[in-house]
């Protein structure tokens, strides 16, 4: 089944140590998203990738970066976490002009 | 910018009853609206969508939910809630000229309880 795949599913990381999240998609869609999602809280959009453009949302801290090596793969670099930084963090895809977003499961960062 | 209003943070229905959960949308231009529920620690599922159209719009799971530009509302009914569909529920609305292309704006989401 095509899909949105989010690894790992649990993350656990010291306060300060860089950590990479992934996401994969198997839909081929050109859009691909990174929300963060704290606990009792909405999800909020970091930045997405339209192809290889970026788009970061003004409010996106620096230290949360993105990398997408090809149209499958997105990855969510957080260089320095910090304690607030402990979240779900979701990934989702569209094809621009659909308007749908497709979510994967998400990862749950712990900072310890 | 565009924002999501859910005014009930918690709702308790008993199985078998109706159900409504209200969303409240401010958006300059024609909103592109999404239902989505999240089970705990899961990730998101899209219920249902409004672009155009018809202004009532059917989801999966026997939910709809009708846009009502005049109230700016999108709320979200169902007619006879099941044990399993406790979960929380999220409004969201589209932002830029792609509809929801260019990244979702949430409500905060109301929390579903079923009661036996």
């Known amino acids: 089944d095509a899909m949105v795949i989010q690894n790992p599913r649990y993350q656990v990381t010291q306060f300060g140590k860089p950590v990479t999240l992934s996401c994969s998609q198997t839909l081929n869609h050109n859009v691909m998203y990174w929300y963060q999602q704290k606990s009792s809280q909405a999800p909020k959009l970091l930045f997405h990738?339209?192809?290889?453009?970026?788009?970061n949302e003004a409010d996106t801290p620096d230290n949360f970066q993105s990398r997408r090596p090809n149209t499958s793969f997105c990855f969510l670099d957080i260089r320095s976490p910090g304690l607030g930084d402990a979240a779900m963090y979701l990934c989702?895809?569209?094809?621009?002009?659909?308007?749908?977003?497709?979510f994967g499961p998400g990862t749950r960062l712990l900072v310890l | 910018a565009q924002s999501v209003t859910q005014p009930d943070i918690h709702i308790t229905v008993s199985e078998g009853a109706s159900l409504e959960l209200r969303c409240n949308y401010s958006y300059g231009a024609t909103p592109y609206l999404f239902w989505y529920v999240q089970s705990p620690g899961q990730g998101l599922q899209l219920l249902l969508k409004y672009f155009s159209g018809d202004t009532l719009v059917q989801g999966i799971k026997g939910f709809e939910a009708e846009f009502k530009r005049s109230q700016s509302s999108f709320n979200l009914r169902k007619p006879s809630v099941h044990w399993s569909d406790a979960a929380e529920y999220f409004c969201?609305?589209?932002?830029?000229?792609?509809?929801?292309?260019?990244?979702?704006?949430f409500g905060k989401g109301t929390h579903l309880i079923i009661q036996p």
């Open positions: 990738y339209y192809d290889k453009d970026f788009n």
């Open positions: 969201a609305v589209g932002a830029g000229s792609g509809g929801g292309a260019d990244g979702l704006t």
């Open positions: 989702a895809t569209s094809w621009r002009g659909s308007e749908t977003q497709y």
